[in-house]
């Protein structure tokens, strides 16, 4: 038997035909592998690079970091790890194949420090496998081993939708025509315990004109298809909606003041930065002020930046010395930048989706290339109405 076979890609066929003492070999092996893993010593020390009000931001491994800290000292880790993608990035992602293996030392460090209240929030988007129109797994296998493996809940998944993403891959998508746009990352909340402090009431979201409609007009109440029965209840004014798992949000924040401290300082901006509403989202919902908030892959400290202006204890973590120091540029002028945004009006709130038959009135005028695009063809040209999405 190879005894390189990997546990995971086993399914349970295959363990049962297998034999008892290379059954046993393989879970040996497996531990092994985990616990090398889970061991690796940190790529670099992590030290004080500069600290602020209510934060620090710490350059080196984030792995020395957080084996530092005190076991359920953390209220909430918000991050965007380098992604398992096979185009890679000037931080230097990890193969998806690799991911969870990579990924361990890091999870069993989280979800140590974390308090029984604590949440883990990771937003993970996922990748392409190389040369094929198909989907890697590796971010539900990281999840699942999260759980799994690691002990955490999964206390809710949320999909942040980027209404501005451009059509990729274009192969597969604009050339090909056989695949849709790519435009949510999964954001998994996970939790120490199965009840983390939490509250929605602290992301409410204005209510759409239908509901503003509903609530002027009234609503009656029937059962839906579904069997709910839809009650009076829904036609109170709570002043505004609870929102979806599903988060619209553009990643075309001009971030002001840190690129202009980029330019004026000769830097290059983070090349992949998440935009503030993100943590921003998770941070107001799972932690009060004075709580203690890490992000390991910080970048450019969009994590700190955002808890600075809330006042939570932050921590952020980064291995490349170039990307904190264009980070200072959050942290310069305080006065402009830690007030808090007003906002004047419902203006630019909402994102529209069409709902998918909208364009369903004509009749198909090509059939399907039976061998699913493999073969390359340039398409006839479809109508420029339809293509103006
Ligand atoms: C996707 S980026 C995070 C971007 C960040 N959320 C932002 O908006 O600026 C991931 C970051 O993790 C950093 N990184 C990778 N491995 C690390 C490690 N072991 N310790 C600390 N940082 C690490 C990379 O250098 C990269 O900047």
Redesign the pocket.
Known sequence: MNKKIHLSILNRAALERMDKNDLIQLLLDEKTIRRDFECRAP?SAAYLYHKTKYGQMIH????SYLREQTEKSVDLVV?????GLVRKKD??NVDAHEYCNWFRPFAKEIRRILKDSGSFVVDIGGAWKKGQPTRSLYHFELLIMLCEEYGFHLAQEFYWWNPAKLPSPAEWVTIRRIRVKDAINTVWWLSATPWPKASNKRVLQPYSDSMKGLLKNGYQSKKRPSGHDISNNFSRNNGAAIPPNLIALPNTESNGQYQRYCKEQGLSP?P???PSVLPEYFIRMLTDSGDHII?????????GEVCERLARNWSC????EE?LKAAMGRFISPSERFSVPCKTSDSGTFYKLSKPDSLWFKAEDETLDCDGGKTRRLLPKVESTILEQ
Request: charged share 20%; with cysteine.
């Open positions: 790529d080196g491994d984030s792995l991050t965007s790890p380098p992604f931080y230097g983070h992949a930065r998440f992000d390991p892959f910080g970048g450019s400290c969009v994590t973590v980064e291995l490349e990307y």
